[in-house]
């Protein structure tokens, strides 16, 4: 049962779909709820066992208990503990307790939830005064999570290759970067299917360029690697430079698709280029121009893109750069102290992603000029919306593969995210874990870290863990920040290893693809908190580090250096599958129970539960891309059981006739057909 309330006039973010039955606030019953025309706040008393999920793209745990969230989408590479805002704004969150019940904040600006960081019993959601709420009640975590997907509408759907393994680095210049890497993962027998172009492919960091230099025949070379079935994944950029000649630019202005500054001018704000424009991507015809730029690299050969800083990132702008330049000036032959010296360092820092230059810009959504604080968290959906709609023209058969990095519910129908600048630390690996089941209650299903770290100098241990953990997630990509240590696999000793875990990701694809199809068609997470499946083991809501993937099985990472095995919670009894190759595995009944289990530091263990199945393509010895993996080729894991049966997707993976259930197939093994290596 979904209840929709209205107050005061709500900006049309498009995030919701489905149907509701519309009520008035006076009803609400779920929640205290107190409203004036600036805000709406809810108030819940939480008991002592309520758990909290949701939230999408958030620092913490699984269970959001214990801290003050807000959703503010912003570009900040330091995903602590004590932040409050990433790069997302996922408004929504399930009560699980004594009452339970979901509930959405439809709101594109700063929306807060004080789960117990006030008070430790006080769950208080702050909205602005124009907004939608939504109220979520069904029989089960899982049924409410499936009727608010149902309302947001049907996840984005990745071309099947883009869940082969990607590298990327921001650093890969030229033909001979790119080049080095598909042989240095080809010639070693490690399978790769796309490699990521970061901003140096481009010239002069303008959207939709090519640096000539770099890349003489970028069509050829894009034809030449396809060859080896490996895709280019270029980056696109909110901001577009401002510079004579470039057609981006001239176009944007001429036409007025620029975002506007209080005085009707172009907004200037600065990112890699220097000084840019951003394309006022919620202004309808703005977005048909901004998407239909992406054109020229399809018609490249391009199918795939991530699409970055569209918080949309602001190094400075001109106005306050000028006063930060009159300040220091004024301090310059001051004794500075200790409050002059850290004002002057504040002032500097302070210029990124400020909300006084957020609340000095303005966008035309269709007549209505509105400031771009209040619209805030829509720019980086928008601007994937814009390609994701204009790849329904310029390719409509086929899928195209989009991430964002910034994102609202809503735009997990265009696209899927990658987590942003994580850093090379163990404790972001444990973060990575707890985002992935809180982003797939949101719809987001195609998503992933940067496996091993962004920022900092990643160690062979941790990208090697993290590997083990990655091979679960749909978007599978090893990057890296400019700077930082070389962590393409083929950089270490220790291949055999590498090459062991990319290759169980790939003997892993059927089932992967299966369950991740299967989620969006259903409505489903692919990744489950253990309690979403085990509802009345009340000791499955503390497990914080263990997830449920797809129908069959349960995963439990190791995410701590020198750790040489962990702790693992079986709330039934289940066959542990220990393996340090698709070829090398040995298969072991699990009591139910608390259980620590030994785990190398080049093993992965699965967990196979009760009556479900697990799918393994058997490999043939050379594996470079999905092209070489025969999928018929299928051995069956799991316990003997009679009643035993896997449902089973399959599609081409590349046309966009997948609504249909039609390619579900049940299937049923028999005993002897079933078990380790079979
Ligand atoms: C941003 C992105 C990162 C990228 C870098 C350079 O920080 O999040 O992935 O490498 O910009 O484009």
Redesign the pocket.
């Known amino acids: 049962m979904i209840r929709k309330y209205i107050f005061g006039s709500p900006i049309e973010t498009g995030a919701v779909v489905g149907t509701s039955v519309t009520d008035t606030y006076e009803h609400m019953t779920l929640m205290d709820m107190v409203y004036d025309s600036t805000s709406v706040v809810l108030s819940y008393t939480m008991e002592e066992d309520d758990v909290i999920y949701g939230l999408g793209q958030q620092v913490r745990g699984i269970n959001k208990r214990g801290y003050l969230y807000i959703s503010n989408a912003t ?1 900040d ?1 330091n995903h602590i503990e004590t932040k409050h805002s990433l790069y997302g704004a996922h408004n929504f969150l399930i009560v699980c307790g004594k009452k339970t019940f979901g509930i959405f904040i439809d709101d594109p600006g700063q929306v807060s939830f004080d789960v117990g960081y006030t008070a430790i019993d006080s769950l208080k959601v702050t909205a602005g005064g124009d907004c939608v709420i939504y109220t979520i009640e069904g029989s089960s975590l899982k049924d409410i999570v499936k009727q608010f997907r149902k309302l947001i509408g049907q996840s984005y759907v990745a071309p099947k290759w883009a869940f082969g393994y990607q590298q ?1 680095r ?1 650093g890969y210049k030229d033909i001979k970067d790119v080049r080095r890497v598909i042989s240095g993962h080809h010639d070693q027998n490690i399978p790769l299917e796309a490699v990521c172009l ?2 140096d492919y481009m010239e002069r960091y303008k959207d939709f360029t090519v640096d000539r230099e770099a890349f003489p025949d970028f069509e050829g070379f894009v034809e030449e690697i396809k060859q080896q079935n490996v895709h280019l994944v270029p ?1 696109i ?1 909110a901001g577009v430079k401002i510079e004579e000649g470039y057609d981006v630019y001239e176009e944007g202005v001429k036409y007025g698709y620029f975002c506007k500054d209080e005085d009707g001018n172009d907004f200037v704000a600065a990112v ?1 280029p220097g000084k840019v424009h951003f394309p006022d991507v919620l202004n309808s015809d703005a977005r048909k121009w901004f998407g239909g730029k992406y054109r020229w690299l399809i018609e490249q050969g391009i199918d795939g893109f ?1 699409n ?2 569209n918080e949309p ?1 602001i190094f400075y702008s001109q106005k306050q750069l000028d006063q930060v330049f009159d300040e220091l000036v004024a301090m310059r032959n001051e004794n500075l102290d200790i409050n002059s010296y850290f004002h002057m360092k504040d002032i500097v820092s302070e210029l990124s992603n400020s909300p006084k230059d957020y609340r000095s810009f303005y966008h035309n959504m269709d007549g209505r000029v509105i400031c771009h604080d209040k619209v805030h968290n829509l720019f980086g959906y928008n601007m994937t919306k814009a390609a994701s709609e204009a790849f329904d023209t310029i390719a409509p058969d086929r899928r195209i593969l989009m991430y964002s ?1 910034s994102s609202y519910i809503g735009m997990h129908r265009y696209g899927g995210i ?1 987590t ?2 994580n850093q090379a630390w163990w404790q972001q690996l444990l973060l990575s874990i707890q985002q992935m089941p809180s982003l797939n209650m949101c719809g987001i299903l195609y998503t992933g870290s ?1 496996i091993g770290g ?1 920022g900092g100098d990643t160690t062979p241990d941790l990208l090697m863990r993290w590997l083990e953990f990655g091979l679960f997630t749909p978007l599978m990509r090893n ?1 890296a ?2 700077g930082t240590r070389e962590k393409e696999v083929y950089q270490f000793d220790r291949l055999d290893d590498y090459r062991n875990i990319i290759r169980i990701r790939y003997s892993l694809m059927t089932y992967i693809y299966s369950e991740f199809m299967k989620s969006v068609l259903d409505d489903e997470m692919y990744f489950r908190p253990v309690a979403f499946d085990y509802p009345d083991d009340r000791q499955a809501y503390a497990v914080e580090d263990q997830l449920m993937v797809g129908e069959s099985i349960m995963i439990a990472p190791v995410y701590i250096q020198n750790a040489k095995g962990r702790y693992v919670y079986l709330p039934e009894e289940m066959m542990m599958v220990r393996m340090k190759s698709p070829e090398e595995k040995t298969c072991e009944m699990i009591a139910a129970g608390h259980h620590y289990i030994p785990v190398a530091l080049n093993e992965i263990v699965i967990f196979i539960k009760k009556g479900h199945l697990l799918p393994m393509i058997i490999l043939p010895k050379q594996v470079k891309t999905m092209a070489d993996v025969d999928e018929t080729r299928l051995e069956w894991l799991g316990a003997k059981d009679d009643e035993a049966s896997y449902v089973l997707y399959t599609d081409d993976g590349i046309s966009k006739k997948y609504t249909e259930k039609s390619q579900w197939k049940i299937i049923k093994m028999r005993n002897e057909d079933i078990g380790c290596g079979k």
């Open positions: 570009d590479p990327s921001w970061d901003i980056i950029d890699w991530w970055d800083m990132a990095r990658w942003g600048d940067d962004f990057h920040a400019a």
